[in-house]
C-alpha cells in the first residue's frame, strides 16, 4: 500500500486478556519499528527489526510484550495479560533502511485497558 | 535512560506570529529530527539535521542542529491555522547508527487562535 497500515485502529480489551495489533508496512522497507505514545508524552521505542537480523527488542518494557515479522513484511505485537498502564497508542513506522531518516508512521492503535 | 528536554510544552499563538521551540540533552546525537502530530494520525517528518550546526529550512520551517550536538531549534514563521498540532523533536545518539532507533522529546502542543 501507500503507507504503513495498522490495525485495529482502536481496541478496548478487559485487563488481563491477550491482545494483538498488526503492521502492514510499506512494501519495500526492510526496517520495521514499534513505539508506544502514552497520553501527553513522546513515543518510547519498543522493538526494531531490519531484514533477516534478529530484532533489537531493548525497549520492550516487560516480557508480558513480544513481536514477530513474518517474511520481513508483515509485524504482530503481542501484548499479554494486559494491564492498565498498558493503554496507550501503539504506533509502527517503516523504511528502507536503517538510521533512523524519514522513517514513516502509520496512524496507531489506540489501546485502552478497561 | 536517555531523555530529550522539550520546550515549551505548549503555546497558544495568534495567526501570523512566529513560534519557536527548542529540544535540549545531555547527550550527544548525530541526527535530529523534528515531526509534527495530527490528532489521530501518526508523526510525519518536517525536518531532518544531520551535522553540527546545520542550518535547514523547509517552508516556513527553520531548524538547526546545535553546534555541541546536543540541542536543536524549530522555528515556525507567521503561523496558520493548520500549524496546529503537537510538534516532537527526536535524536539519534551518537554511536547507535546501525539502529535506527530515535528517543523522543515529549512534544510541543501548538494551538493557533485565528
Same mark, same amino acid.
Given at each position: 500500500?501507500?503507507?504503513?497500515?495498522?490495525?485495529?485502529?482502536?481496541?478496548?480489551?478487559?485487563?488481563?486478556?491477550?491482545?494483538?495489533?498488526?503492521?502492514?508496512?510499506?512494501?519495500?522497507?526492510? $526496517?520495521?519499528?514499534?513505539?508506544?505514545?502514552?497520553?501527553?508524552?513522546?513515543?518510547?521505542?519498543?522493538?526494531?527489526?531490519?531484514?533477516?537480523?534478529? &530484532?533489537?527488542?531493548?525497549?520492550? &518494557?516487560?516480557?508480558?510484550?513480544?513481536?514477530?515479522?513474518?517474511?520481513?513484511?508483515?509485524?504482530?505485537?503481542?501484548?499479554?495479560?494486559?494491564?492498565?498502564?498498558?493503554? $496507550?497508542?501503539?504506533?509502527? $513506522?517503516?523504511?528502507?533502511?536503517?538510521?533512523?531518516?524519514?522513517?514513516?508512521?502509520?496512524?496507531?492503535?489506540?489501546?485502552?485497558?478497561? | 535512560?536517555?531523555?530529550?528536554?522539550?520546550?515549551?510544552?505548549?503555546?497558544?499563538?495568534?495567526?501570523?506570529?512566529?513560534?519557536?521551540?527548542?529540544?535540549?540533552?545531555?547527550?550527544?546525537?548525530?541526527?535530529?529530527?523534528?515531526?509534527?502530530?495530527?490528532?489521530?494520525?501518526?508523526?510525519?517528518?518536517?525536518?531532518?539535521?544531520?551535522?553540527?550546526?546545520?542550518?535547514?529550512?523547509?517552508?516556513?520551517?527553520?531548524?538547526?542542529?546545535?553546534?555541541?550536538?546536543?540541542?536543536?531549534?524549530?522555528?515556525?514563521?507567521?503561523?496558520?491555522?493548520?500549524?496546529?498540532?503537537?510538534?516532537?523533536?527526536?535524536?539519534?545518539?551518537?554511536?547507535?547508527?546501525?539502529?535506527?532507533?530515535?528517543?523522543?522529546?515529549?512534544?510541543?502542543?501548538?494551538?493557533?487562535?485565528?
Amino acid at each position: 500500500g501507500a503507507g504503513v497500515s495498522q490495525s485495529p485502529s482502536n481496541k478496548v480489551t478487559e485487563k488481563g486478556k491477550d491482545v494483538e495489533l498488526r503492521c502492514d508496512p510499506i512494501s519495500g522497507h526492510t $526496517a520495521l519499528y514499534w513505539y508506544r505514545q502514552s497520553l501527553g508524552q513522546g513515543l518510547e521505542f519498543l522493538i526494531y527489526f531490519q531484514g533477516n537480523s534478529a &530484532p533489537d527488542k531493548s525497549g520492550l &518494557p516487560s516480557d508480558r510484550f513480544s513481536a514477530e515479522r513474518t517474511g520481513g513484511s508483515v509485524s504482530t505485537l503481542t501484548i499479554q495479560r494486559t494491564q492498565q498502564e498498558d493503554s $496507550a497508542v501503539y504506533l509502527c $513506522a517503516s523504511s528502507f533502511k536503517t538510521g533512523g531518516f524519514g522513517y514513516t508512521f502509520g496512524s496507531g492503535t489506540r489501546l485502552t485497558v478497561v | 535512560g536517555q531523555q530529550l528536554n522539550q520546550s515549551p510544552q505548549s503555546m497558544f499563538i495568534q495567526e501570523g506570529e512566529d513560534v519557536s521551540m527548542n529540544c535540549t540533552s545531555s547527550s550527544i546525537f548525530n541526527t535530529w529530527l523534528w515531526y509534527k502530530q495530527d490528532p489521530g494520525e501518526g508523526p510525519v517528518l518536517l525536518i531532518a539535521l544531520y551535522k553540527a550546526g546545520e542550518l535547514t529550512s523547509n517552508g516556513r520551517l527553520t531548524a538547526q542542529f546545535g553546534i555541541t550536538r546536543k540541542d536543536s531549534f524549530l522555528n515556525i514563521s507567521a503561523s496558520i491555522p493548520s500549524d496546529v498540532g503537537i510538534y516532537f523533536c527526536a535524536g539519534q545518539l551518537s554511536g547507535s547508527s546501525n539502529t535506527g532507533k530515535l528517543i523522543f522529546g515529549q512534544g510541543t502542543t501548538l494551538q493557533v487562535k485565528p
